[in-house]
């Protein structure tokens, strides 16, 4: 391969996960405060993996814990409410890149598409032992971390999932909680 093929080759993989980075950033704060219900950190590096903590490691759903419920069905995102209870259009600037199907498999990788079933973000999960917290990690198709997100749970029982984002981790008096619902939707393939 030519110098001229090797940083085509290369400007084409590093814009590639930009874009990704991009798509995913949207549906994430870069707020690196501990007190922040949703992180993100974002490697635009394509030619070489970055390292992973054991926390970012796939493992296998334990049955009886949080995570077990989280895996036992697809989700959808069915609703959204303001800080005051207030029901939110799923259209809204604050929730729509939180909308679409979720697949948590009990082997401890996720994939998540749009309600018009196109890809959203792909890679691992996890849910504290506590289920206080939900924590996935973005990854491209060559398994490299792209993103990270850790959000409080509000409720996680076999008929409702939801979590709550904040638009501003510095203001916890402003959040909208995303409620999901068991789908019998088929996974897109």
């Known amino acids: 391969m030519t110098d001229k093929q090797k940083l085509s080759t290369k400007f084409v993989a590093v814009a590639a996960t930009a874009a990704a980075v991009g ?3 949207a549906c994430s704060s870069d707020d690196s405060d501990d007190k922040s219900s949703v992180t993100t950190s974002m490697s635009t590096s394509a030619a070489m993996p970055t390292s992973t903590s054991a926390a970012a490691m796939p493992s296998a759903v334990q049955p009886g814990t949080p995570a077990a419920i989280l895996a036992a069905t697809p989700w959808e995102t069915t609703s ?18 939180f909308v ?3 697949y948590f498999e009990p082997d401890g990788t996720f994939t998540m598409f749009n309600l018009d079933d ?6 691992d ?4 032992a506590d289920g206080k917290t939900r924590t996935i990690v973005g990854k491209n198709d060559a398994g ?16 409702e999932f939801t979590y ?3 638009p501003n981790n510095d203001d916890k008096a402003v959040y909208y909680d995303i409620v999901h619902t068991p789908t019998t939707h088929p996974e897109p393939q």
């Open 125 to 128: 999960w996890s849910v504290s």
């Open 144 to 159: 490299v971390e792209t993103s990270r997100r850790v959000v409080d749970i509000v409720t996680l029982t076999d008929q």
């Open 118 to 123: 196109t890809p959203k973000m792909q890679g």
């Open 164 to 166: 709550r984002v904040y």
């Open 80 to 97: 959204a409410k303001n800080a005051s209870g207030a029901e939110v259009p799923l259209t809204n600037d604050n929730v729509k890149n």
């Open 23 to 25: 798509l995913f950033g």
């Open 100 to 102: 679409g199907y979720a």
